[in-house]
């Protein structure tokens, strides 16, 4: 046993035992490869070939996007006014009323048979199934779901259902994304950015709303804001964009609010309100739809009737409001411009929030975004009849975009999505009011969003918060523990264990018991393997194996690397401990790290969140009472109270 001085050849004494010869040494350690500088982000040159893939991710979900748009069409065409036709319709112009009470049952019942013999992925809103198949699905999603799922939403929606196309477009936009990967030789990580990419390409080509498409991709889809993935998903918004301006054009789906550039303060007031009552709504909304949920789970029918019966409390509510049926974008634009009656107001808000609520509860086909534009636009416009009068349909607006933030939990993503839809500008910073205040509401009473509640009841976690990985902030020469004992390749377990029972030995007895991970050497000084503890208390006392032949390779690190590289290393190779070596010359040994360090690196950020203290005062310090204070953080501690060396000595001679 050697002190840790390796920029010498250590000699050999007569009497001991020769080097094993070349053959029965270890395979030498592989050290870490060189890596670059380190920066702000990891970009690796594979990005830029995920993001050309996504060029025709992109393309291929804008035209599924606006097929759909059009079989929706064509649908209501059919089932409502008796006509083959892709025009814009509504189901509620219909003068038939028994149309109106039995075309959402009759769209119930296909839905259900396709969703029990085609895929039950099909059922729901689209976004629980997008996140579902990246969380535990390795973004694989079925070739089929990308036919099935826009046909049964535009047959759930064409029938009659107070649906939006956006949940499933982003599911069938993300099949296209996940079905080209699944051809190609992919990670499941860059699987997971094409899927993502087409369902914000879809999003985006739906409502003309590319940066929202990708707001919605980081805030719900994505887990993670780095340049590998939100490249790809801008590369496919921009393009599905683009592919669908010569179809649908570029004006804003809901324009004429009208907002003027400067607003009353008592304004800015009254959007906190309007948020509040947002945030209000975002929770009873989500609260019906889990409670419908639940009640059709107690029926004694399969599954597969139930959205007939959802299509019923359509059908019902379409009588008593028959302009809640379908995505309504007409009303929408009515709430928008302030042209809205009361009889409307009030309708919307109540009829449309319940038939949505209890039917999607029922498991049919359909979005969440195109209802709460109208129910959050009707909020608004009630608002607007008490509210003193900005513009027509300003409070519509800002009602529309803080129902979003306490529906989806996404303020950003509902922020921009507003302003993009009509081109508001002077209407962002009291949308930044509302939705954020609506978002803080919602996420204290609520653990669980609408989108994400029904993963929740599946057994799965899912966590939106982002921040910054404590481990990659700390760099390896920080926390290193330095090395106390090493061994020659000659040595013998059992020389080891003579010498450690030796009543006055030379060595660092302390140093052994603490560092449980000890290199070998060989006679040229070159690191030749780790041998550890465990190998001498397993060990026979009369073992004359030498530890060249007992030592296996060591996982090395750099000192200038990331623990949580470091973190990533340990879990490949399965180990719990790594030889920290010079990266000028590998065979110098510069220390040890342990899982201890790493976890000491996830102590310092407890201690960062945790720990309160006051760092200024206006009492002078002279007149402060004493108190015992110490420095706030602690790189390195010993574990604990160490007993003398000679009993912890006694302690161990039984083992080693």
Request: with cysteine.
């Amino acid at each position: 046993m050697t002190t840790p001085d390796h920029t010498r050849k250590p000699e050999r004494a007569p009497g001991e035992h020769a080097p094993p010869s070349p053959a029965a040494r270890p395979a030498r350690p592989a050290h870490p490869p060189k890596i670059a500088s380190l920066g702000d982000f990891h970009v690796p040159p594979r990005v830029a070939v995920i993001a050309a893939l996504a060029l025709p991710v992109g393309a291929a979900a804008a035209l599924v996007a606006v097929g759909l748009l059009k079989l929706i069409a064509l649908f209501t065409n059919l089932c409502f006014h008796g006509r083959f036709s892709f025009g814009s319709s509504t189901p509620g112009s219909t003068s038939h009323w028994w149309l109106v009470l039995f075309m959402p049952i009759v769209g119930g019942l296909v839905i259900g048979l396709m969703a029990r013999y085609g895929s039950e992925k099909i059922r729901g809103h689209g976004m629980p199934e997008a996140i579902e198949s990246i969380l535990v699905g390795g973004s694989k999603v079925q070739p089929r779901l990308a036919v099935l799922k826009p046909v049964s939403s535009a047959i759930g929606i064409g029938t009659g259902g107070p649906f939006g196309a956006e949940g499933p477009i982003i599911m069938t936009g993300g099949a296209v994304g996940s079905i080209l990967a699944q051809f190609l030789h992919v990670t499941t990580d860059e699987r997971k950015t094409l899927l993502v990419a087409g369902s914000a390409a879809g999003m985006a080509a739906t409502f003309n709303s590319p940066l929202a498409a990708i707001l919605l991709a980081v805030e719900l889809l994505l887990f993670e804001w780095r340049p590998r993935s939100y490249i790809p998903v801008a590369v496919a918004a921009v393009t599905a964009t683009l592919v669908r301006e010569p179809v649908l054009g570029s004006a804003p789906l809901f324009g004429g609010a009208h907002v003027p550039v400067q607003l009353p303060l008592s304004a800015y007031g009254l959007c906190l309100v309007a948020g509040l009552a947002a945030g209000v709504l975002a929770l009873g909304a989500t609260a019906l739809v889990y409670f419908s949920e639940d009640l059709f789970a107690k029926l004694p029918l399969h599954w597969m009737w139930w959205p007939a019966i959802g299509g019923l409390i359509i059908g019902v509510g379409g009588l008593i409001e028959p302009r809640a049926l379908g995505v309504g974008y007409d009303v929408i634009d009515q709430l928008l411009t302030g042209r809205a009656t009361v009889g409307l107001i009030v309708g919307i808000l109540v009829v449309k929030t319940l038939i949505w609520g209890l039917s999607l509860g029922s498991g049919t086909s359909g979005g969440v975004l195109a209802p709460m534009f109208m129910i959050g636009g009707a909020l608004g416009a009630a608002e607007g009849l008490i509210f003193p009068t900005v513009s027509p349909g300003f409070w519509a607006l800002v009602s529309l975009a803080g129902v979003l933030g306490g529906v989806m939990r996404s303020p950003l993503t509902g922020i921009v999505f507003c302003l993009e839809l009509t081109h508001e500008m002077n209407a962002m910073l009291p949308m930044v009011i509302t939705a954020s205040s609506a978002y803080l509401l919602s996420v204290i009473v609520l653990k669980r969003s609408v989108l994400t509640e029904k993963l929740a009841r599946r057994g799965l976690h899912l966590t939106r918060e982002y921040s910054v990985d404590p481990l990659e902030v700390h760099l390896v020469r920080q926390l290193e523990t330095p090395i106390t004992a090493t061994f020659r390749t000659d040595e013998t377990v059992a020389d080891i264990k003579r010498e450690l029972n030796a009543p006055h030995g030379s060595h660092d007895f302390d140093g052994f018991l603490a560092q449980r991970l000890y290199p070998v050497m060989d006679p040229a000084g070159h690191l030749a393997g780790i041998v550890t503890r465990s190998d001498f208390l397993l060990s026979s006392p009369d073992d004359r194996t030498p530890l060249g032949e007992l030592a296996r390779p060591a996982v090395t690190a750099y000192n200038d690397e990331t623990l949580r590289t470091i973190a990533n290393r340990m879990a490949t190779h399965h180990v719990t401990r790594v030889v920290i070596v010079d990266r000028a010359d590998p065979d110098r040994l510069e220390g040890l790290l342990s899982l201890r360090q790493l976890l000491e690196a996830r102590r310092i950020d407890q201690h960062e969140e945790h720990h309160s203290e006051r760092v200024l005062t206006l009492v002078p310090r002279r007149f402060r009472p004493a108190t015992a204070s110490g420095p706030s953080v602690v790189v390195a501690q010993s574990p604990g109270p160490v007993a003398p060396a000679t009993e912890r000595r006694d302690a161990v001679k039984q083992d080693v």
